[in-house]
């Protein structure tokens, strides 16, 4: 008795020891703000300790030498930051990336659900589905032991050819702002630090270490860096991620205009900077610049952020406050998201089964129907004979590579393929278009040829009810596209089938815009991109209508290389050492607005994107609304199938001079039934009808009147207008307004 009765002393204490505890150690009292908490916490640190939360490792072995390998790191991880168990202080676990949980060695893979890439999901135009996704991935994360993720890729495509655009979220910086934002906010709901990335303008690959980007500061303000702005805005993120590439003359990672100017100053970001993995090139000059952390340090020359800076503070070439800085950053960042309250925990249990339908989802809404004459799509479950042709349709579908590659359940469904290493392995997730298909007819025939050889594949092809020719584009960090052209061969083949049986549809897996020298001869055009986990299902059921296609373009196709703002790619891969700078004269006319500026005629425009039904468009009106403008209007689905539809506000001075004719200004995604209408109000961000001046950051609208278009893309030429008059008036950073003009 007496032994239980200590016992029931014990428990009954442990109370008052945790409350003691935490009194002892108050930054763990989750009622106190993050700003309090980490200001507290930082006054007990000694400097060795501040200087722990300043660089990281990498979490895998890095060049094969095994000596760098960190024990306590999770395998083949991106990265880790030792804990500092004293104060209650955990370790950081980072992973990449925005399509899933990544590997960095597929040898001993970690098997995880893959959303289709970034494209695809800003292909849907669908808030809440980017949502879901990053919420899905940063459970994954969570459960994988990791509270960091690398994920948040924001880079406009200015380079239809760079190899990392499928991780991104196209040519707009609205609609990129907003939906990697969307995405950010649910990674980060899992208590998970998010990353927003590559900060900026690391617009290609090719000689991404060492290329200077030419842009004019006020064009840069908006655009590229208006789509992290607003990203920024949106969630609060944790973290950013400074690029690779110089950027005006400095490295993006020591450079203060960008980092403590705009970013921290004129935007107020309160989170962490960190490098990306071989981006620090020195101490002082980094530090005080604004970087915060060193990420990966082992890929870097020196640990820039070890003893050197130690040694740069004791001599006061970084200032003591700033090293504060540095490490108070990272700590409030960690008790804003969670990550001291909810420590993480590798092993816990993921519902795969649920995450591949959040993925297939994605990728269904992310499809886009480019062309479908003849009304050759939605195919017939009466027909007799389908013919599918090439892409490996027969095994799975295609990811892009690099340091977002995730691994699948199952494996790569086309092991051997070339290259075997960084930035591959060529992956196939084993998700087969072919085999959902042939779910779908058991009664038809369905023939298979992998395309190798046109002439047979045109001869399978003849007589065919219908024939899908599955065409793909590998391309991955590391490896920009040498051009817009679709490899090995596969223009001859989609001609020579094209020729055989005109009822032809192509299905593309790629990772941005391609030419379609054969678009006249084809009476259909897919555009799945790198459709993820069940990719395979997602495009079997939008082949067959069990989902109506509603993905909508988030990039312009050209029609021709010569139509772009650098015909011919910067730089020589062969030399990634080499020196060059890219002149980013097209300012902040990115993709539609270089088309606009320049009145060239896309083959397929920014915001296209087909349907098995038709929508209509009425009662347009625009109005200020507490200094906004509001634009409401009504969609009608004027077909006989359900569907879904995406309405695209542009707006254009009429009297003011822009960068371009035009900017999308907001979009909805409404889901209608056949005869139904719904009515659509949206709020314009006023940023939107102004410009940056110089390097300063307020935008100025000019008075005067505005042009508001209802849209079904950038180019349509039925669009519906109204116009409206708007105030001379300068807003700051954030759109608010500073002071109105009396003329104008």
Not at 108 to 126: F, H, M, V
Not at 363 to 379: C, D, R, S, T
Not at 399 to 425: C, E, K
Not at 427 to 437: D, E, G
Request: charged share 20%; glycine share 10%.
């Amino acid at each position: 008795m007496k032994h239980d009765a200590a016992i029931l002393l014990a428990l009954a204490a442990l109370p008052c020891l945790a409350a003691a505890a935490e009194s002892a150690r108050p930054w763990l009292d989750k009622s106190l703000d993050p700003d309090r908490r980490a200001a507290l916490v930082l006054k007990e640190m000694t400097q060795k300790e501040k200087l722990n939360w300043v660089s990281s490792h990498f979490g895998a072995d890095h060049g094969g030498n095994k000596t760098k390998k960190v024990p306590e790191a999770l395998p083949f991880s991106a990265g880790y930051v030792p804990p500092l168990p004293r104060l209650g202080l955990p370790a950081l676990f980072l992973t990449d990336a925005g399509i899933g949980v990544a590997t960095q060695n597929t040898t001993t893979p970690r098997e995880r659900t893959a959303l289709p890439s970034g494209i695809a999901t800003a292909a849907t135009w669908n808030r809440k589905l980017a949502y879901e996704g990053g919420r899905m991935i940063g459970f994954e994360a969570r459960a994988s032991g990791f509270n960091v993720m690398l994920a948040g890729g924001m880079n406009l495509m200015r380079e239809p050819r760079n190899g990392r655009n499928f991780e991104y979220g196209g040519e707009d910086p609205l609609l990129a702002g907003v939906m990697v934002a969307e995405q950010v906010r649910g990674i980060e709901s899992n208590h998970v630090i998010a990353t927003i990335k590559h900060y900026a303008l690391n617009a290609q690959e090719t000689g991404r270490f060492e290329l200077d980007a030419r842009i004019d500061p006020a064009a840069l303000r908006m655009s590229d860096l208006f789509a992290f702005q607003v990203a920024l805005e949106m969630t609060d993120a944790g973290s950013f991620m400074c690029a690779y590439n110089r950027l005006n003359g400095p490295y993006g990672c020591e450079h203060p205009w960008l980092l403590n100017t705009v970013l921290k100053g004129d935007w107020g970001f309160k989170g962490f900077v960190m490098s990306d993995w071989g981006a620090t090139h020195s101490t002082v000059e980094a530090a005080n610049a604004g970087l915060d952390q060193q990420s990966g340090f082992e890929f870097d020359r020196s640990r820039y952020f070890g003893g050197a800076l130690e040694e740069a503070v004791e001599s006061n070439f970084v200032p003591q406050k700033r090293l504060d800085d540095m490490a108070l950053r990272i700590l409030r960042t960690m008790f804003a998201k969670g990550v001291v309250d909810h420590p993480v925990k590798e092993g816990g249990a993921i519902d795969y089964d649920a995450h591949g339908r959040i993925s297939q989802a994605d990728a269904e809404e992310g499809i886009v129907l480019l062309k479908n004459a003849g009304k050759l799509l939605p195919l017939s479950t009466s027909a007799k004979k389908i013919v599918v042709i090439g892409g490996h349709a027969d095994k799975g579908v295609l990811a892009g590579g690099g340091s977002s590659l995730v691994y699948p359940r199952g494996g790569n469904a086309v092991p051997g393929l070339l290259p075997a290493t960084w930035p591959g392995p060529i992956m196939y997730y084993p998700s087969s278009p072919l085999k959902a298909i042939q779910a779908r007819v058991p009664g038809a025939q369905v023939a298979f040829d992998d395309g190798t050889d046109p002439a047979r594949a045109a001869r399978l092809a003849a007589g065919a009810d219908v024939v899908l020719v599955f065409a793909t584009q590998w391309v991955g960090e590391a490896l920009d596209a040498t051009s817009l052209a679709l490899p090995d061969n596969q223009d001859a083949l989609i001609a020579a089938v094209a020729a055989a049986n005109p009822k032809t549809a192509v299905v593309l897996e790629n990772s941005g815009p391609v030419m379609m020298p054969w678009v006249d001869r084809v009476a259909g055009v897919v555009e799945a991109w790198y459709p993820g986990t069940n990719g395979g299902e997602a495009i079997a059921r939008v082949l067959f209508g069990e989902v109506n296609p509603s993905g909508r373009l988030p990039a312009t196709f050209p029609a021709a290389e010569s139509q772009l703002p650098r015909p011919k790619l910067d730089g020589d891969p062969a030399k990634p050492e080499e020196r060059f700078t890219v002149d980013y004269h097209e300012g902040a006319a990115v993709g539609y607005k270089w088309f606009d500026l320049k009145g060239y005629k896309p083959l397929f425009p920014f915001g296209h994107g087909l349907s098995y039904t038709q929508f209509g468009y009425s009662d347009l009106k625009a109005q200020l609304v507490d200094g906004k403008v509001q634009v409401r209007f009504t969609v009608t689905n004027t077909g006989g199938v359900a569907g879904k539809d995406v309405p695209q506000v542009y707006v254009s001075p009429l009297s003011a001079k822009w960068e371009s004719p035009k900017r999308l200004a907001g979009w909805d995604k409404v889901d209608l039934a056949p005869g139904a209408s719904t009515s659509v109000t949206l709020s314009i961000d006023p940023r939107l009808f102004g410009m940056v001046r110089g390097s300063a950051s307020t935008w100025h609208v000019a008075g005067g009147r505005y042009q508001v278009k209802l849209a079904r893309h950038a180019q349509d030429d039925a669009a519906r207008t109204v116009t409206i008059q708007l105030p001379a008036q300068v807003l700051d950073a954030a759109g608010h307004p500073l002071k109105t003009k009396t003329k104008g």
